[in-house]
């Protein structure tokens, strides 16, 4: 089965062409055009500015997609396009150009939930062959395989939930933010550190600073009298709910660097976690490389935490983790990190296994992304739109011919 999947949520333009065989999810053509450099001006996505940019890159993109991929329309036998949730002015470019193509093409379509497209990558074949323009040289690629029940962590620009699915397409969500998402607070925190848009990666770059030359110095004496001592909070890390919260530590960054009006309206120099106001931190290098470490391992402990929290309550046989979030690499580690050693067996001293049972659970399967399908792209919506298409029933594939008269653009779009 071959499916075209199209995304336009945000600000990339993105198109793919996947081939679900035997079950297996090859990528044979995975397009994104992204509009960073437009809305980086701007510091964040401007939605108008994103719908035009949509408008003028979805043809170019669609035809690049099916170039690469060498399919013939007549070989695609299922359309998937993101509905929402997301810019409505965005969501609209992509909805219409699937609907029309849907319409002339006579192929079904489906309207694929964002962050549903996201948990189904990881379902996208890791074998590094299916990445392969050219289908005549793919290989049969193995899936690792994935057990139910799975929690999933979704992290993104507008997302933070823990998610568990008993089975495939049924969501359960078990936690949420109940404020800013996890990308958001980086974008945030990185404006305010002067790190651009978008922040996620420039707060990972400027973190990796400080792990670097905490790996280079031994003395651990030394880095704990650095010159810039900061301990954010970690909020509601221990919260029995499985929910977050972080619209708190952006502030907390905030009242780290600038100074707050007393009650009597005279500037007060704040002291918080007993670092002085220092008038000049931003333009302290190391300061802002302190800062954006600090920050990112404070959102890495809470998001941690509560994880492995979720995990001994509802005894899932697999993690993972989703969203644009996800491509952080110290967030990949750590939680990989923390899941084995709290839920895979260790190896006793005298040679034996001593398996460490958890609630009966001895090993939890870590699933992960690859990065290219962590961040926004149109491979996972196909790919989500291959399970749902598995469900449904003759009938339910019938009237999906019709969709196009159906499906709109849903800013608000409920997981369900
Ligand atoms: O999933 P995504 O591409 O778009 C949404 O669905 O929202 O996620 C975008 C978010 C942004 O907030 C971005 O800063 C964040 O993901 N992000 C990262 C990294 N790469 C992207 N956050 C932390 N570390 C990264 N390496
Ligand atoms: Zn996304």
Redesign the pocket.
């Known amino acids: 089965m071959i499916i075209l999947g199209i995304e336009t949520?945000?600000d990339?333009t993105a198109a793919s062409v996947i081939k679900a065989d035997h079950g297996d999810l090859k990528v044979l053509a995975n397009v994104v055009s992204s509009q960073v450099k437009l809305h980086a001006k701007w510091g964040g996505v401007v939605p108008n500015l994103a719908a035009r940019e949509h408008l003028k890159n979805i043809v170019p993109v669609l035809k690049k997609t099916l170039e690469e991929a060498r399919v013939s329309i007549s070989e695609i036998d299922l359309l998937c396009v993101t509905q929402g949730p997301?810019l409505i002015p965005a969501l609209l470019i992509g909805v219409s150009a699937a609907k029309t193509l849907s319409f002339f093409w006579e192929k079904p379509i489906l309207g694929i939930h964002?962050?549903e497209g996201?948990i189904y990558a990881n379902f996208i074949g890791v074998n590094p062959k299916s990445q392969e323009t050219n289908s005549k040289q793919i290989k049969k690629s193995k899936n690792p395989k994935i057990s139910f029940p799975i929690l999933c962590l979704v992290?993104?620009?507008?997302?933070t939930q823990l998610v568990l699915m008993k089975k495939h397409l049924h969501y359960e969500i078990v936690g949420q933010t109940l404020d800013d998402?996890?990308?958001?607070a980086?974008?945030k925190v990185?404006r305010i550190l002067g790190l651009g848009y978008?922040?996620?990666?420039a707060?990972?770059r400027k973190a990796m600073e400080i792990s670097n030359l905490k790996s280079q110095i031994s003395n651990k004496f030394k880095i704990q009298n650095s010159k810039f001592k900061i301990n954010l909070p970690r909020p509601m890390m221990n919260k029995k709910n499985f929910d977050f919260s972080f619209s708190g530590l952006k502030t907390a960054v905030l009242y780290d660097i600038y100074p707050v009006k007393s009650a009597k309206g005279g500037p007060v120099t704040r002291e918080f976690n007993g670092a002085r106001k220092h008038p000049n931190k931003l333009n302290d290098k190391n300061y802002v490389a302190a800062m954006a470490h600090e920050f990112?391992q404070s959102v890495i402990d809470v998001l941690v935490s509560k994880t492995l929290k979720a995990a001994e309550k509802f005894h899932p046989k697999t993690i993972m983790l989703a969203?644009?979030?996800s491509?952080?690499?110290e967030?990949r580690r750590q939680l990989g990190e923390a899941i084995k050693k709290k839920f895979h067996p260790v190896k006793s001293t005298n040679g034996g296994s001593a398996v460490q049972k958890f609630n009966g659970v001895n090993k939890i399967k870590y699933i992960l992304p690859e990065i290219k399908y962590?961040?926004?792209n149109a491979s996972m919506i196909a790919a989500a739109g291959f399970f749902r298409w598995q469900k449904m029933n003759a009938q339910q594939k019938k009237s999906a011919f019709n969709n196009w008269k159906k499906i709109e653009a849903d800013a608000n779009l409920k997981l369900k």
Do not use: K, M, T
Request: hydrophobic share 35%; net charge negative; proline share 6%.
């Open positions: 949520s945000c990339e997301g964002h962050i996201h992290v993104s620009g507008g997302h998402a996890a990308g958001e980086f974008d990185a978008p922040g996620g990666p707060i990972a990112q969203g644009g979030v491509a952080n690499q967030l962590s961040l926004d």
